[in-house]
């Protein structure tokens, strides 16, 4: 079946513009994660989405950063006003949870990221 | 949230069995522990979970202590495809009050000829 797409895999954008960047979870997962990852370092948490419940905002790293999800399906992170240190590989992964999954805890399903350059 | 603690990197030789150990001592009841692999330009996947003991697919094998408050991934006779970063993972995401789970910084495995 159909991974997690995002889009576009890139933009390069001036400093001081709005991006806005898509992802498309794998259809029926109710979780839904953002992170980001600049070069050579590790993934660093954003924003979590869990079914209807109120996004966890707390790795969002300033009010420039903000995500919406429609539907329970469809998510798109916004960034305003971007700035040379937002340059970085964004990458969203989706997940079932709840109680279905009443021996293990979810698995990640991520997608191929959007590399962000910032000039 | 549980954390964990890695090292950095790690390097072998191609044939060689690789363990790398994760850190976390705050590990709760209902945690899981899974273990993710990144490539380069990739999105990290999945590789193993567990609970406690010892977990074994066709890519590796997971060894949990009694304790839990570490766990040991086991690559065994890697190659230099098995380059990679290695993210331990710790968390419950099972029922109506499922909570995040967060990466760490992973460790940086080098594989030569």
């Known amino acids: 079946g159909a991974g997690v797409s995002q889009s576009p895999s890139n933009k390069v954008t001036e400093k001081g513009k709005d991006v806005e960047l898509r992802c498309d979870p794998i259809s029926g997962h109710t979780a839904l994660y953002w992170y980001r990852q600049s070069l050579g370092q590790g993934l660093e948490f954003l924003i979590y989405f869990q079914g209807n419940s109120a996004p966890d905002k707390s790795g969002l790293p300033s009010d420039r950063f903000s995500a919406e999800r429609t539907g329970g399906s469809v998510s798109t992170l916004t960034i305003q006003r971007t700035q040379q240190e937002d340059s970085a590989v964004y990458l969203c992964?989706?997940?079932?949870?709840?109680?279905?999954?009443?021996?293990?805890?979810?698995?990640?399903?991520f997608g191929p990221g959007t590399r962000l350059t910032v000039l | 949230l549980a954390k964990t603690t890695q090292p950095i990197s790690m390097d072998s030789y191609e044939g060689q069995e690789v363990n790398i150990t994760c850190s976390h001592n705050?590990?709760?009841?209902?945690?899981?522990i899974t273990w993710y692999q990144q490539f380069p330009s990739q999105g990290p996947r999945f590789i193993i979970q567990g609970y406690k003991t010892k977990v074994t697919n066709e890519v590796a094998s997971l060894f949990i202590p009694a304790d839990r408050k570490s766990s040991t991934l086991s690559l065994p006779r890697v190659s230099l495809s098995d380059t990679a970063v290695y993210y331990c993972l710790v968390g419950d995401s099972r029922g109506s009050s499922a909570s995040k789970i967060i990466f760490g910084s992973g460790t940086r495995l080098s594989i030569r000829p």
């Open positions: 705050n590990i709760a009841t209902n945690d899981y």
């Open positions: 992964a989706s997940s079932t949870t709840g109680l279905a999954l009443r021996r293990s805890a979810d698995t990640q399903y």
